[in-house]
């Protein structure tokens, strides 16, 4: 949906890369199944418009509300908005950003056979920056040690 895990950090612990890898591939399960649902329709996957002349990636397209599997995921925000999050981290973990996160990811198809995974990545970007810069990044420690996680 609309996170990355810079650099190699999700390799820092062993419950960190299971909700990283596990929500991402509750993600792409949820995608490919909703898109089997709608038969692969293309006008579903890109909407009325004709793909040649739509730049998905320029920070003026502002039609992702308009494509159903966009809709269905709810992943409708601007290319605008996207690039800032991806590209300069510009994102706030308000209450309510947890708060629309958690519903959006509870309602993927996928959910129940990774809730685990989901549940621990949504408790994850609850917790203060603070709090979260204290995860030991030691694999010694966290892999081999088998040092708790922060949740």
């Given at each position: 949906?609309?996170?990355r ?32 649902a ?39 925000r601007?290319?605008?908005e ?29 959910y ?40």
């Open positions: 949906m609309e996170h895990t810079l650099s190699g950090m999700w390799i820092d612990h062993p419950k960190l890369a299971m909700i990283v890898l596990g929500t991402a591939k509750a993600i792409v399960d949820s995608y490919f199944h909703i898109l089997e709608n038969n692969f329709n293309e006008k579903y996957m890109i909407g009325d418009s004709n793909p040649i002349n739509i730049n998905f990636f320029s920070p003026k397209f502002t039609g992702w509300n308009k494509i159903g599997i966009a809709k269905d995921m709810g992943a409708i601007s290319s605008s996207m690039a800032a999050i991806l590209n300069k981290y510009d994102i706030k973990y308000t209450k309510e950003y947890v708060t629309q996160l958690r519903k959006i990811l509870k309602k993927l198809p996928a129940r056979n990774y809730s685990e995974a989901i549940d621990g990545i949504i408790e994850l970007v609850s917790i203060p920056h603070q709090k979260l810069r204290t995860i030991d990044c030691d694999l010694k420690h966290t892999w081999v040690a088998d040092k708790e996680f922060i949740i």
